[in-house]
């Protein structure tokens, strides 16, 4: 899938409605990949086909634990561009969901573009650089990166509450993010807003792979995100769904539907 495939998908999957902006090659792999967006739902009116470009690939090599490491091959990806972006936007979305798998002209046209318009930004900081230029973003709604692309992108390991809070203050000085929210894994999530911070607990499972979990955890907590407007229920929704991801092996076949979400959070009592 790639993090935006997987991203889209799982937020379709949780009942949200989907505008996948996207480029695939003219091979069978893009075939694939269009035939499995259109089974779970989503809109393809903005994937293109690129005829000069092979589907973009990534291999997962998944290591004791259910940790990953993950290679890619940006193919089509990397062609996405400013008219492409540009057009997504007479969808009218309700938000816009980014990552930094595409080029980066790409991702700040998004940005630039979603603060014109007033669409809240969500930026999902994978893989992160350390030459990203991120005061080229502007305006952020929601700013996720994980564990290891926090520490890429502020040279600090969030290991304790005191570090979150150093690479949150950070990230928020390099760019205006309304809220940081900072994937932890297996000790669930850390949130700032620029005065106050809360650590939002996991949900306790046996993890098998955790392929796709970041990207579940920003589908939901951006769907949840836009249907409440609490920043700490959306965090609590996208920790039972990322908990639920690790729970299966695969990426997209990992991703849970809505019901499998709202039984797991009934179980646990949160």
């Known amino acids: 899938g790639g993090k935006g495939a997987n991203t889209a998908v799982a937020a379709a999957k949780l009942g949200t409605q989907v505008v996948f902006c996207a480029r695939v090659g003219d091979d069978a792999y893009g075939d694939r990949l269009i035939s499995l967006y259109k089974e779970h739902g989503l ?3 903005y994937l293109k086909v690129d005829k000069l470009e092979q589907t973009g690939l990534a291999v997962v090599l998944l290591e004791k634990g259910g940790v990953n490491r993950i290679i890619v091959y ?3 990806n990397k062609r996405i561009n400013e008219n492409d972006i540009e057009n997504a ?3 009218y979305p309700d938000a816009i969901i980014t990552q930094f798998e595409i080029g980066d002209t790409a991702v700040i046209s998004a ?3 979603a603060n014109t318009e007033g669409v809240p930004l969500i930026i999902d ?3 992160a650089r350390r030459d990203f230029p991120l005061a080229k973003l502007e305006q952020v709604e929601i700013f996720s990166p994980n564990e290891v692309e926090t520490e890429i992108l502020t040279g600090i390991r969030p290991n304790t509450l005191e ?6 203050i950070a990230l928020s000085n390099a760019v205006d993010i309304k809220y940081v929210v900072l994937k932890l894994g297996a000790r669930g999530c850390y949130i700032y807003d620029g005065k106050y911070c809360d ?3 996991p949900f306790d499972v046996q993890s098998v792979d955790t392929t796709a979990a970041g990207d579940a955890f920003t589908a939901a907590l951006t769907a949840e995100y836009l249907r409440t407007g609490d920043i700490i229920a959306a965090a609590k929704y996208a920790n039972a769904v990322g ?3 690790v729970t299966k092996v695969g990426a997209i076949s990992s991703l849970p539907s809505s019901l499998e979400v709202k039984s797991f959070i009934e179980e646990y009592g949160k």
């Open 89 to 91: 936007f007479f969808s």
């Open 243 to 245: 908990a639920l991801t």
């Open 199 to 201: 650590i939002i607990s």
């Open 43 to 45: 809109d393809l009116r």
């Open 111 to 113: 940005a630039r573009t």
């Open 74 to 76: 940006p193919g089509a």
């Open 163 to 168: 570090d979150c809070l150093r690479a949150s």
């Open 125 to 127: 900081a994978g893989p």
